[in-house]
């Protein structure tokens, strides 16, 4: 008999973030649709973390499939030094119009961590090339999340993920994201290059929210003393907390803004990194030296501009806006529902929500991500046909968009079902 495509798995791939040891078997899927996600034996999941928080329009869209299809045919493919095609253009074009402030240029790469490394490394270069050698150091918030290269694991909250690099990693002044009444930050201003920031919510470091008005206060002390400020939107983008960019919420707006996850749908990898005329103006001298020089294989891949100009047709679109605000109200609902339930009183903790991100702790005991609830968790729903994968014991639902009232009800369904299996 043939082995099954688990078994040959195991022979040759190495998952991400997947204990080699005692790994828990991957699921062969072999089609999504919508919210599903649909596996070789034809059963079911609704994909109620959106597939690690990219596939804003659920799975296989037709119309976004059909966009890259008409693209591969046409280019699929060229060198993005010394070269342009519509479809980068275009989507930059699209971006600058609706990103949260006065942004003039786009510049691409292939994921998150590579929008965050272009943002972090931009403004260092910034006060490089204007000649500040005083301006060198980088403010970051505790318990953020900004990557797994070696710069973004820098920038992010040291954890079990960057144990084994500590001494590699680069110096960078962590202060806790602002709560009312708590001061901001002590040391001295003068030689902070930038900020980078997850604007108010922190999603690998625990879906962590934290006060706009705070926030917009850093933001404005910043920049009274000329700080860059880096606004982390990999993955509060594209309608996540309920406006277009989370950065919406405050009045102080970021000088570079960096872009992936629902970027395309969630269908193919891309990063955008936009930065303000201020920004780009210290890179345009005689001097070859002050040129950025940053660039990938794939940067600015057609097929991939292709799909997130689809994608932002949908996101664009009133029905999806409706939806936004749809999930939003009945994640409100589902936490107070939650919070009145006496059987979850003891253990259901801190349930909180933006947008279409809810999110609460279980308290058992046992903390932090090395913990055995969430690989629980997970297991039991998709017994449910739910599949959720919490952070520790954080557990949260950011579905996409397309999701129907009845298949949120499934997935809170599921929720109370295993609370009570696990509590
Ligand atoms: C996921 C994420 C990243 C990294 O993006 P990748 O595409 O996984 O490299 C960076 N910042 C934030 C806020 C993220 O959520």
Request: hydrophobic share 40%; aromatic share 10%; charged share 20%.
């Amino acid at each position: 008999m043939a082995a099954s495509l688990t078994e040959r798995d195991k022979q040759v791939v190495w998952h991400p973030y997947t204990p080699q040891k005692a790994m828990p078997e991957p699921i062969p899927v072999v089609k999504g649709e919508g919210v599903y996600i649909i596996d070789e034996n034809g059963k079911t999941y609704i994909d109620a973390i959106s597939s690690w928080w990219v596939t804003i329009h659920g799975h296989a869209n037709a119309y976004i499939a059909e966009k890259i299809y008409e693209q591969a045919k046409t280019l699929e493919q060229v060198i993005f030094a010394g070269f342009t095609h519509e479809p980068a253009v275009r989507l930059a074009e699209r971006l600058l119009e609706i990103l949260p402030g006065e942004f003039s240029k786009i510049f691409y790469s292939d994921n998150g961590s590579t929008a965050v490394e272009v943002g972090v490394k931009m403004a260092l270069q910034y006060w490089w090339n204007k000649g500040d050698k005083k301006r060198n150091k980088i403010l970051a918030l505790n318990r953020s999340y900004h990557g797994d290269t070696f710069g973004t694991m820098s920038l992010s909250d040291r954890s079990v993920f960057t144990l084994a690099f500590q001494d590699k990693l680069f110096e960078v002044i962590f202060i806790d994201p602002p709560v009312p009444g708590a001061p901001l930050y002590n040391g001295s201003w003068d030689e902070l290059a930038c900020i980078i920031y997850e604007p108010l919510l922190q999603g690998a470091g625990g879906m962590n929210m934290y006060d706009a008005g705070e926030l917009n206060s850093l933001l404005q002390q910043c920049h009274a003393h000329d700080v860059i400020c880096v606004a982390d939107e990999v993955m509060t983008g594209f309608g996540r907390t309920g406006k277009l960019f989370a950065s919406e919420y405050m009045e102080e707006k970021p000088d570079i803004i960096c872009l992936s996850k629902g970027l395309t749908g969630g269908t193919m990898a891309l990063g955008v990194t936009a930065c303000t005329a201020k920004i780009h103006s210290a890179f345009v001298d005689e001097d070859r030296k002050k040129t950025f020089f940053h660039g990938h294989s794939f940067t600015a891949n057609p097929l991939a501009c292709t799909a997130a100009l689809a994608s932002l047709d949908l996101l664009l679109k009133r029905d999806c806006q409706l939806q936004i605000d749809s999930i939003a109200q009945q994640h409100k609902q589902f936490i107070q529902q939650l919070g009145a339930d006496a059987r979850f009183a003891k253990n259901v903790k801190n349930l909180r929500s933006i947008g279409t991100i809810m999110a609460f702790e279980i308290e058992s005991g046992r903390d932090g991500y090395l913990n055995n609830i969430g690989l629980e968790f997970t297991r039991k729903a998709l017994e449910q046909g739910v599949y959720l994968r919490p952070l520790g014991n954080t557990v949260y639902i950011m579905p996409p968009y397309c999701i129907t009232k009845e298949q949120l009800q499934q997935v809170y369904a599921a929720i109370d079902q295993v609370l009570v299996a696990v509590i």
